[in-house]
């Protein structure tokens, strides 16, 4: 058994963010699936919004998130995350991360910073790092972790299971409600699992989209902290608003990586194949609509065309700034042969970001005692129905800045006799080569019957299809040594079934969740949240 005061699962910005400032209060240990870089934050290219140009307001700020968000945002919540944005833009700098500057020569401070625009956003208000901001951060927050003491980082470890009374044989006056003590640990070189104790979890494990075939997503991303928070207890908000990004590269091998909305904003524009643009029979802020907007916009004209991608053409914008703001879209373009200086980007929607998550407050406390949550997998009501562009490493940042420094983190906690991992039998590889690929269909079903526009019909489809599958593979896992895909593919099959069942329970349209049976908004009736 590993003892720790903190156990933080996930190394993405909410993890790290925890770690740093947990650290100053007692042992941490930061468990990561992969690489300590693998993962979604690495990924972020466009920046992370806030208030920081003399022009802008933190009302505009909140009226933009809260009307992408399609009105179902806590407004609340959401001036609470905004007012700390450059507060906590700040700290990053502190930490060291290398924001792209105004002007070079000057200093690190907010005012020098350079700002650029997204889509929904009504002011230039998003920072960036050329086009690999969260990388940045990453490296800062990483080394910041690497040079602390009091953390300890386990890289190829995956959490399979949170401790919580149902692995505990109940004694009388047992503590009453769902507490978690620490998680069950697999070592994934090993294949051995370990117990890891301790008084206070994060669950900064990021989000799910990797349950459609077609996502901009690290491979992460299969909803394991959602799947194990729900598993034990806990309440999973909004998980029917699955926001597309509009623009992910497309090739016919099915390769992808993300056109970060930013092209738009230095004046990128959508085409159809024959060249004509389409956006602004669809949005007054044509290119720049919300995201929502813009993928139901392509995914329509698409459909109708029978088309599988349109373009992004970014030849109008001045060269120096392509070369200079977007590098990594320019390497990958020109690994597929493509000058986006002088042609334009074939592009279609994919999954992106999964607005829901488990039931979290501003501090990350969840329904589960000494049991955090923070980041993509949390839902706090910042984002609503929708997110807005760079709204997610904002909040990913001052939730686990809060966590990390609330009061409920901090105290002493009695553990009772924690029993080993159950571990069954041995593992039957034949069997597993034929359960596996429900992984792959699992993404086929979400991505055919559960994508951009939806049906009731192909819901109801979709839900009896993947529940035959999680019933499939939880019976294996249940009879079989514990193995990383195994746990991967059940915890996907948990995720699409909340997806599903959280898009059947809301009958209108909203935000990310669009459904032709009920195509229009009812604020009567489903301006709340949904919540499994
Ligand atoms: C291509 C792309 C571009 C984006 N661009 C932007 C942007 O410009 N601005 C913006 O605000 N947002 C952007 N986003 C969204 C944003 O990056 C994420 O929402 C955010 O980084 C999530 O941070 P996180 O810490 O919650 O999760 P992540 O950064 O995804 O980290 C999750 C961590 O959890 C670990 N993990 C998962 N399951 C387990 C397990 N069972 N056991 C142990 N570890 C586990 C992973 O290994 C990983 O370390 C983008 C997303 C993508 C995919």
Redesign the pocket.
């Known amino acids: 058994m590993k003892d720790f005061d903190y156990l933080v699962?996930?190394?993405?910005?909410?993890?790290?963010v925890y770690a740093i400032e947990s650290s100053k209060h007692g042992s941490v240990a930061i468990?990561?699936?992969?690489s300590?870089y693998?993962?979604?934050?690495?990924?972020?290219?466009?920046?992370?919004?806030a208030v920081l140009d003399s022009h802008d307001t933190f009302e505009a700020h909140i009226q933009d998130t809260y009307v992408a968000g399609a009105e179902l945002g806590k407004k609340e919540i959401i001036r609470q995350i905004i007012s700390e944005g450059p507060n906590l833009i700040k700290y990053l700098i502190e930490m060291g991360t290398d924001f792209t500057r105004r002007d070079e020569n000057y200093d690190r401070s907010l005012e020098n910073l350079s700002l650029t625009r997204e889509g929904g956003h009504s002011q230039k208000r998003?920072a960036?790092a050329a086009d690999s901001?969260?990388h940045q951060i990453m490296e800062a927050l990483i080394s910041n972790c690497k040079s602390n003491s009091n953390i300890t980082i386990f890289e190829n470890?995956?959490?399979?299971d949170l401790i919580t009374q149902h692995h505990i044989i109940q004694s009388d006056g047992f503590i009453p409600g769902i507490t978690c003590w620490g998680a069950y640990?697999l070592n994934t070189i090993s294949n051995q699992v370990e117990i890891y104790r301790a008084k206070k979890t994060m669950l900064?494990?990021?989000?799910a989209?990797c349950i459609y075939s077609h996502?901009?997503?690290?491979e992460?991303?299969?909803g394991?902290?959602m799947a194990?928070a729900r598993l034990a207890g806990a309440r999973l908000a909004n998980m029917e608003f699955v926001q597309f990004?509009p623009t992910a590269f497309y090739h016919a091998d099915g390769e992808t990586?993300?056109i970060?909305?930013?092209l738009r904003g230095e004046g990128a524009n959508l085409l159809l194949q024959d060249g004509s643009a389409f956006m602004e029979s669809y949005h007054p802020m044509g290119n720049l609509a919300p995201r929502d907007i813009v993928s139901q916009a392509i995914d329509a004209e698409l459909k109708k065309r029978g088309d599988k991608y349109c373009y992004l053409d970014a030849t109008s914008v001045d060269q120096e700034v392509l070369k200079t703001h977007f590098p990594y879209i320019d390497k990958k373009c020109t690994e597929y042969g493509i000058d986006f200086t002088k042609e334009p980007i074939p592009v279609a929607p994919a999954a992106?970001?999964f607005c829901g998550g488990i039931l979290s407050t501003i501090d990350g406390i969840t329904d589960i005692r000494n049991l955090f949550a923070?980041?993509?997998?949390?839902c706090t009501g910042l984002h609503g129905a929708n997110r807005l562009?760079?709204?997610?490493?904002?909040?990913?940042l001052v939730i686990?800045y809060h966590a990390g420094n609330h009061s409920s983190n901090l105290g002493e906690v009695t553990f009772p006799a924690i029993p080993e991992w159950r571990d069954q039998g041995q593992f039957n590889e034949n069997e597993w080569v034929v359960i596996s690929h429900n992984r792959e269909i699992i993404g086929t079903i979400m991505q055919g019957y559960v994508g951009i526009r939806r049906s009731r019909r192909l819901l109801k489809y979709a839900l009896s299809r993947i529940e035959n599958i999680f019933n499939e593979i939880n019976n294996f896992y249940q009879h079989n040594t514990v193995r990383k895909e195994v746990?991967?593919t059940r915890?996907m099959a948990v995720i699409a079934t909340m997806v599903i069942r959280s898009a059947l329970s809301r009958k209108e349209s909203r935000g990310a969740h669009f459904v032709i049976d009920h195509p229009h908004k009812d604020d009567a009736k489903y301006k709340i949240d949904t919540i499994i």
């Open positions: 699962i996930g190394s993405g910005i909410a993890g790290l468990i990561s699936k992969k300590l693998d993962c979604n934050t690495d990924y972020a290219q466009g920046g992370i919004a998003v960036y901001t969260g470890h995956m959490a399979v640990v900064a494990t990021g989000g989209s996502n901009t997503n690290s992460i991303a299969t394991d902290g194990m990004h990586f993300l970060s909305e930013a992106h970001y923070a980041g993509e997998v949390a562009a760079s709204n997610s490493l904002l909040e990913a686990a746990v991967e915890n």
